[in-house]
């Protein structure tokens, strides 16, 4: 049995959930000519192993294939750059295996020129119809340009500028609000209106940018957190493999591998 698309879609609801993984598959397949139009953003449904059973045009161009089928039945660690894929990975793992939702996870991606880029991931678990997790569902969107025609651009672009300039020492929601004028309620909304982050992942953005450069050397890792607005080691740690799925250490060393 085939089940409607946009039925599929609505995970909440026991009635509609599929009995099996392959199912979901099925009732999706209508949608992805619509998924492969979209540019800008990586769709995918993976099985309980976290292997891809179906993504659209753009994540297959970005694993750097032509077609889609070399990337079916594979995880993300064995089709993405070794700094980045293993963490991903492990992240749909911790969907698969504790049922863990992903809501506007900022993370970092690298480019052929070895830059970072950035996108904001979504993931949540696929359940049928007996609560057993079969699946996960995720998007990953590129991280926008801000959108300068925001009345309120001026004084956002000020944060910004603060915040590029002053990442390297404690950055504060109250330095923040009086730079801008407004509430911290107003600020973080008109944030992700115009950056589509909330300062505190604006600051996060700016800080592993710098850690992604300067791990490129041989900097000592304490010194990287230290001059990226890190007092606490294991609090950089932490961070950073939050956003990259390694510790600095494991980061610079796949780095090294490339």
């Given at each position: 049995?085939?089940?409607?698309?946009?039925e599929?879609?609505?995970?909440?609801?026991?009635?509609?959930?599929?009995?099996?993984?392959?199912q979901?598959?099925?009732?999706?397949?209508?949608?992805?000519?619509?998924?492969?139009?979209?540019?800008?953003?990586?769709?995918?449904?993976?099985?309980a192993?976290?292997?891809?059973?179906?993504?659209?045009?753009?994540?297959?161009?970005?694993?750097?294939l032509?077609?889609?089928?070399?990337?079916?039945?594979?995880?993300?660690?064995?089709?993405?750059?070794?700094?980045?894929?293993?963490?991903?990975?492990?992240?749909?793992r911790?969907?698969?295996?504790?049922?863990?939702?992903?809501?506007?996870?900022?993370?970092?991606?690298?480019?052929g020129?070895?830059?970072?880029?950035?996108?904001?991931?979504?993931?949540?678990?696929?359940?049928?119809?007996?609560?057993?997790?079969?699946?996960?569902?995720?998007?990953?969107?590129?991280?926008?340009?801000?959108?300068?025609?925001?009345p309120?651009?001026?004084?956002l672009?000020?944060?910004?500028?603060?915040?590029?300039?002053?990442?390297?020492?404690?950055?504060?929601?109250?330095?923040?609000t009086?730079?801008?004028g407004?509430?911290?309620?107003?600020?973080?909304?008109?944030?992700?209106?115009?950056?589509h982050?909330?300062?505190?992942?604006?600051i996060?953005?700016?800080?592993?940018?710098?850690a992604?450069?300067?791990?490129?050397?041989?900097?000592?890792?304490?010194e990287?957190?230290m001059?990226?607005?890190?007092?606490?080691?294991?609090?950089?740690?932490?961070?950073?493999?939050?956003?990259?799925?390694?510790?600095?250490?494991q980061y610079?060393?796949?780095?090294?591998?490339r």
């Amino acid at each position: 049995m085939t089940l409607n698309p946009l039925e599929m879609l609505n995970l909440d609801d026991a009635r509609h959930r599929p009995e099996n993984i392959e199912q979901m598959i099925a009732g999706m397949a209508p949608l992805l000519p619509i998924l492969d139009a979209i540019p800008n953003a990586a769709i995918f449904i993976k099985d309980a192993q976290a292997r891809y059973l179906m993504a659209n045009r753009t994540l297959v161009q970005r694993c750097g294939l032509k077609q889609l089928q070399p990337l079916l039945g594979k995880t993300s660690a064995q089709v993405f750059p070794a700094q980045l894929g293993p963490g991903y990975t492990e992240q749909d793992r911790r969907v698969l295996q504790q049922g863990v939702v992903l809501e506007d996870q900022l993370e970092l991606h690298l480019f052929g020129s070895r830059e970072p880029g950035w996108c904001l991931t979504h993931k949540r678990p696929i359940r049928g119809r007996q609560e057993r997790i079969i699946g996960l569902v995720g998007i990953s969107v590129d991280l926008q340009a801000a959108g300068d025609t925001h009345p309120a651009y001026g004084r956002l672009a000020a944060v910004d500028d603060y915040i590029r300039n002053h990442f390297n020492a404690p950055v504060t929601m109250q330095e923040l609000t009086r730079i801008a004028g407004m509430s911290v309620a107003q600020l973080e909304r008109y944030c992700k209106r115009v950056f589509h982050l909330t300062p505190r992942q604006m600051i996060h953005k700016v800080r592993l940018e710098h850690a992604h450069r300067l791990l490129l050397g041989d900097l000592p890792i304490t010194e990287v957190a230290m001059q990226c607005g890190y007092t606490d080691h294991s609090a950089f740690t932490r961070q950073f493999k939050t956003l990259t799925g390694f510790t600095p250490r494991q980061y610079r060393q796949a780095t090294g591998e490339r």
